[in-house]
């Protein structure tokens, strides 16, 4: 597979972009007092790239920006959870995209609530109960409202034309 320099160029800028994105959301964590609730920011250069540069790259960038992650501000554990929920989440945003029925928005919330859902096994399975999972729904409506949030976000980043032109 080959691939462009200016694809690679964005591809490059969009990790750096949800690279920094994680990590302003880890210094300002959301002042709501529910654990383990984010905004999910990083996952805007996510979604954006999923409609203009094409799912490899969306792909591609959000291991680039786990991996990173998890090396400058993680640890071992936290790179398991951000793999499961992203495997799982782009996993389900790209079956939804494929259908040609749901919006970037429903794609988005589609893509938090499954990101969510994702960490929770790998928290079932390492804490070895599956008691924790009673935090799920509290987990799926913040993943819904934060999707929501993200993808509201995205939807004039993915109709801009210049962009839409960029990356074409």
Known sequence: MRISV???????????????????EHLVPLPIGIYGIKLGLANLAVIVPLY??????????????????????GNT????????????????????KATDKFSAMGISICGGITHNIGQMIVAVILVDNLKIAFYLPVLLISGAL??????????PIIKNKYLIKLCS
């Open 77 to 96: 554990v936290s790179l398991w959870y951000s793999l499961a929920g992203a495997a799982l989440s782009i996993t389900a945003m790209l079956a939804l």
């Open 146 to 155: 934060t999707g929501a949030i993200i993808g509201a976000c995205a939807l």
């Open 6 to 24: 200016k694809k690679l160029a964005i591809c490059g800028v969009l990790s750096a972009l949800a690279l920094v994105l994680g990590y302003l």
């Open 52 to 73: 203009l540069v094409g799912a490899p790259a969306a792909i591609a960038i959000n291991t680039v920006r786990i991996l990173l992650s998890s090396l400058l501000f």
